[in-house]
């Protein structure tokens, strides 16, 4: 079992190190699951086969060092040199593979619950939610906010809520599920979204726009012009407008499942959202790789909703919750 156990975290570093290179991708949650299994089996191998076995060994020498020891004194002999308890420590302690793999499986287990069905930490690696998140946000996502979904296949099992204009979702990227994206839902089922010359209109209304001071980019030492929006339903939130870029997007839109739902022109995009879809779009604008460019993000893959920055370590003060 040793060499067994020794094969699979050969095998497991093997992975994560290709993964963090980036000679392949990965899915994490059923890395988890995965792992879960393996030290569960272990776990309980170790629970109704190992220890029962090393419990008995124990008795085993227990036993006949009563009965060597009563001998002796039969004999007349009162001193007897033999460390018995030494002995039965180390038949009784877990060796080292079992010490890394059902010694883990409380441990795994909680992680795989918590990140399953409670919250889940993410990390912001692009500019694309600039000025609401940054590059170095450590944020978490409310796994159950939308509803409860069995882990791997991400099937949803009781609905709760529906995402709303203004959400801020992580999904599954449409064109690659394994990579994770993280935008603010625009346009629920049944909308009409329409980016056109830089505006934002929903169901043929412009969605409000407040002009605020610049946005000041510290990385960049660049100052963007900033503005407050309004989706409908209360929700406002900030976003990033640059006027050098071009408001055509017909050339760089990809085919994507539903594309007949859109119309490109020279002065941007309309999508008629469809049945289980949602339109998503990132508030840095022309900036953002999103729904303009890759089309409707499906229910399945919806992962939770991201509401609160616990750390950027570059910036304290960016701790907190946040629209």
Known sequence: MGLLTGILYACLAFFGTGWYLGKWSGNFSLL???????????????????????????????????????????????????????????????????????????VILMVFLLRSFLFEPFKIPSGSMIPTLEIGDLILVNKFHYGIRIPVLNKKVVPLN??????????RYPVDPGIDFIKRVVGVPGDEVAYINQKLYLNGQLAPLQQLDDYYDEDRRTYSRQFREDVGGGVTHRLLV??????????????????????????????????????????????????????????ENIVGRAFFVWMNFGSLKRIGPFH
Not at 162 to 171: A, H, N, T
Not at 245 to 273: I, L, W
Not at 282 to 292: A, M
């Open 32 to 106: 988890l699951f995965t792992l879960t299994v393996v030290t569960a089996a272990y776990w309980l191998a170790e629970r109704f086969v190992f220890l029962p076995r090393r419990l008995a060994a124990a008795a085993t020498l227990t036993h006949q060092d009563g009965e060597r020891r009563a001998e002796l004194a039969r004999l007349g002999i009162d001193k007897v040199d033999m460390d018995v308890e030494s002995a039965r420590e180390r038949l009784l302690a877990q060796p080292w593979w079992l010490d890394w793999t059902a010694g883990l499986f409380p």
């Open 162 to 171: 529906d995402p709303k204009r203004g959400d801020v979702m992580v999904f």
């Open 242 to 299: 640059d006027p050098q870029q071009p408001s055509s997007y017909g050339m760089r839109a990809r085919p994507f499942p539903g594309s007949e739902n859109c119309r490109y022109t020279a002065e941007g995009v309309t999508c008629k959202v469809p049945a289980g879809h949602y339109f998503m779009m990132g508030d840095n604008r022309d900036n953002s790789e999103d729904s303009r460019f890759w089309g409707f993000v499906p229910d």
